[in-house]
Nanobody
Framework: QVELRESGGGLVQAGDSLRLSCAASGHTFSNVAMGWFRQAPGKERNFVAAISWNGGYTNYADSVKGRFTISRDNAKNTLDLQMNSLKPDDTAVYYC?????????????????WGQGTQVTVSS
């Protein structure tokens, strides 16, 4: 059974940092791109960051560029998102996802597997 499990969410204050992790099991994702999306209450699920299959290429939403860093460890089958200088607007449920393709993508429909999400709440 394929599973992506996120961890590391929590309640922090504006300006703080958090590191989200995603552990994959039941399948090796070392040959596909992976990404992070987020969904705030009452809003659509939006792209946050993506990384190519070998980590050579990354892409970020404008709203997080310079503050968030995506990384992966294919040997451990894990994906991370380092979030610095957090803002209240970053409050959302964060989802880890595995793409169908090797190159990174910002497109929701190109991701095949999804985790259950982890809540990140940033207070002002």
């Amino acid at each position: 059974q394929v599973e992506l499990r996120e961890s590391g969410g929590g309640l922090v204050q504006a300006g703080d940092s958090l590191r989200l992790s995603c552990a994959a099991s039941g399948h090796t994702f070392s040959n596909v791109a992976m990404g992070w999306f987020r969904q705030a209450p009452g809003k659509e699920r939006n792209f946050v960051a993506a990384i190519s299959w070998n980590g050579g290429y990354t892409n970020y939403a404008d709203s997080v560029k310079g503050r968030f860093t995506i990384s992966r460890d294919n040997a451990k089958n894990t994906l991370d998102l380092q979030m610095n200088s957090l803002k209240p607007d970053d409050t959302a449920v964060y989802y880890c996802a595995a793409s169908r393709y090797s190159g990174y993508s910002r497109t929701y429909g190109e991701y095949e597997y999804w985790g259950q999400g982890t809540q990140v709440t940033v207070s002002s």
